[in-house]
């Protein structure tokens, strides 16, 4: 599931990252990126330092 991907891509970057910017290194559409951020971010499972980048809390 794309979920599992886009968290792997934010863990292997070691720093925090655009929608655009995950899309582009695991290869999902941005709108996957968009609806397995949205998962992420209910479950409290990514955070935001900055606006518009995201890590894994």
Known sequence: ???E???E???NAGKP??????AEASG???K???KAMKVLKE???IVSPKRCFW???
């Open 43 to 45: 479950e409290g499972t």
């Open 5 to 7: 991907k886009v968290l």
């Open 32 to 34: 996957e990126v968009d």
């Open 1 to 3: 599931m794309s979920v």
């Open 55 to 57: 890590e894994p809390k």
């Open 17 to 22: 990252l655009k929608a655009g910017e995950i």
């Open 28 to 30: 999902l559409d941005k």
């Open 9 to 11: 891509t934010m863990k």
